[in-house]
């Protein structure tokens, strides 16, 4: 089997499709939490804590130099980073939840009674010919 052949197997599995488009949303997902936390949580977490902008805390470990840029930790995108992770572990963690808890659910049903083979049917035939017999 050629390699090309190989991957157009691959390549059109729904798996692959079905992680394709969940990379795609997940992405999407990553930046509506960057923008919520970004631009709706932090904003006012900030003027709580005295007007601080959470994006522009940072410390100089050197400053700029000539043409060089000024070396800085900047420990406020961190904070807003780590803010965002943790919302996103939560959302993941809840879908996965709700996962588990259907497939539980689908477990627990109880399945229907297997039909009986025709050899049992003609047995209960036989049987029942002979009680009528007596």
């Known amino acids: 089997m050629s390699v090309l052949k190989e991957f157009k197997e ?3 599995k729904g798996n692959v499709v079905d992680m394709a488009v969940g990379i795609i949303i997940g992405a999407a997902f990553g930046k509506i939490v960057s923008s919520f936390v970004g631009d ?3 904003p006012p977490i900030g003027v709580i804590l005295g007007g601080v902008d959470f994006a522009g805390l940072a410390f100089t470990v050197k400053a700029a130099a000539g043409g060089a840029p000024a070396v800085v930790i900047s420990y406020g995108k961190f904070i807003q980073t780590l803010i965002d ?3 996103i572990a ?3 963690f809840m879908a996965v939840k709700v996962v588990n808890a259907l497939k539980k659910a ?3 049903a ?3 009674p297997a039909a009986p083979s025709r050899e049992e049917v003609l047995l209960a035939e ?3 010919l002979l009680k ?3």
Do not use: L
């Open 10 to 12: 691959f390549a059109v």
């Open 40 to 42: 709706v949580i932090m």
């Open 85 to 87: 992770f943790t919302i």
């Open 90 to 92: 939560f959302a993941i």
């Open 106 to 108: 689908e477990e627990e």
């Open 110 to 112: 109880p399945a229907a």
């Open 126 to 128: 036989i049987r029942d």
């Open 132 to 134: 009528e017999r007596k």
